[in-house]
């Protein structure tokens, strides 16, 4: 597929199988990811394979709650909602987390 159609055909999932996703295809997604470009080659990220259900249910709470705590308005909306789930209720799900410590190249 040549990237204009993949771009233009792309669509967000919200409804997941219940399926294992084999470790290689793990594996791709984060050699994707760590292949994407970034500012001055800093690369400030780092990624977390969460495959743990139990994990995943207490970051869904933590987010309702952060939600709910927020200023804007739907997302104050959305977490009151009974079946609040950021995640769709994924099988595995990745983190994309940025590292701070990293300098900022200034003039």
């Not at 394979?49 to 869904?60: H, R």
């Not at 308005?73 to 990293?102: G, H, M, S, T």
Request: charged share 30%.
């Amino acid at each position: 597929m040549d990237v204009f159609n993949l771009i233009t055909t792309r669509h967000s999932c919200r409804k997941f199988i219940d399926k294992n996703i084999p470790d290689e295809y793990l594996t791709q997604i984060i050699e994707c990811g760590l292949s994407a470009p970034s500012a001055m080659n800093t690369q400030p990220w780092h990624f977390v394979i969460i495959k743990d259900k139990k994990f995943i249910a207490k970051l869904k709470d933590l987010s309702k709650t952060a939600f709910g705590n927020s200023d804007v308005k739907w997302r104050k909306e959305w977490a009151k909602k009974e079946d609040f789930d950021p995640f769709y209720n994924p099988k595995v799900l990745i983190l994309v987390c940025n590292n701070n410590q990293i300098k900022k190249f200034t003039k």
